[in-house]
C-alpha cells in the first residue's frame, strides 16, 4: 500500500540536543511539506520541496533544517537553535500541483524534557 | 498575502442533525479546494475536494463552492457523535506557489 510513513511516533528532546524526524513517502509524489501544529493551533509551514535538491523555507523556519536528497524522504532536523520545539510535527506529500490535495502523515510529538 | 479564515467554533450540533462548516478565502484567482478532517491527537485526513461551482455530494458530506462570494462550506448531513473533529479547510491558489494554505479549522461537536 502507498503512503507516507513518519518515525518516530513520540520523541523527547533534551536541551541543546539536535534531533530529526524522519518522512519518507512511497506515492511517487514530488512535493514534500513539513508542519508544525501546537494545541488549538491551525499547521504552521516549516519546510516544503517541490523537487530533489531544492527546498524552500515556510513560515517558520528558523532553528530547523532539512534535506532533500531523494524523492522519498525529506527529514527534518530540530536543532538547538529552535527555543521552543514541543509541538505534534506533520510531515505531507503530493504531486508538484497539489490539485489533488495532500497526504499526511501521522505526525510526530515532540517534547522537550 | 492569501488568507484562508474559518470560525474556529466550537460548533455543537445534536446527533441526526446537519452541521454546516463555513471558509473564506481571500485569493480570487484560487483553484482548487480542500475539507481535511483532524481528530484530536491524529493527522488530518482529506474527506472532500471540490473545483468548480456548486454543489459535490459523497455520502453524508456535501462540499459547496462559490467562487464569485469566495466561500467554501461543507455540510455533514446526520452528524454523529464519531464526526466529531477539527475540520480544516484547505486553499490551492494555483500558479507557481505548489501550496495550499490552510485555515485553523473548525472544532464540531455532535451531542449523542
Known amino acids: 500500500d502507498g503512503g507516507i510513513t513518519q518515525s518516530p511516533k513520540y520523541l523527547f528532546r533534551k536541551e541543546g540536543q539536535n534531533v530529526t524526524l524522519s518522512c519518507e513517502q512511497n506515492?511517487?509524489?514530488?512535493?514534500m511539506y513539513w508542519y508544525r501544529q501546537d494545541p488549538g493551533q491551525g499547521l504552521r509551514l516549516i519546510y516544503y520541496s517541490q523537487i530533489v535538491n531544492d527546498f524552500q523555507k515556510g513560515d517558520i523556519a528558523e532553528g530547523y533544517s532539512v534535506s532533500r536528497e531523494k524523492k522519498e524522504s525529506f527529514p527534518l532536523t530540530v536543532t538547538s537553535a529552535q527555543k521552543n520545539p514541543t509541538a505534534f510535527y506533520l510531515c505531507a506529500s503530493s504531486y508538484r500541483d497539489p490539485n489533488y490535495g495532500y497526504t499526511f502523515g501521522s505526525g510526530t510529538r515532540l517534547t522537550v524534557v | 498575502q492569501k488568507e484562508v479564515e474559518q470560525n474556529s467554533g466550537p460548533l455543537s450540533v445534536p446527533e441526526g442533525a446537519i452541521a454546516s462548516l463555513n471558509c473564506t478565502y481571500s485569493d480570487r484567482g484560487s483553484q482548487s479546494f480542500f475539507w481535511y478532517r483532524q481528530y484530536s491527537g491524529k493527522s488530518p485526513e482529506l474527506i472532500m475536494f471540490i473545483y468548480s461551482n456548486g454543489d459535490k455530494e459523497d455520502g453524508r458530506f456535501t462540499a459547496q463552492l462559490n467562487k464569485a462570494s469566495q466561500y467554501v462550506s461543507l455540510l455533514i448531513r446526520d452528524s454523529q457523535p464519531s464526526d466529531s473533529a477539527t475540520y480544516l479547510c484547505a486553499v490551492n491558489s494555483g500558479g507557481s506557489n505548489y501550496k495550499l494554505t490552510f485555515g485553523k479549522g473548525t472544532l464540531l461537536t455532535v451531542n449523542p
Open positions: 506515492l511517487n509524489h514530488d512535493a
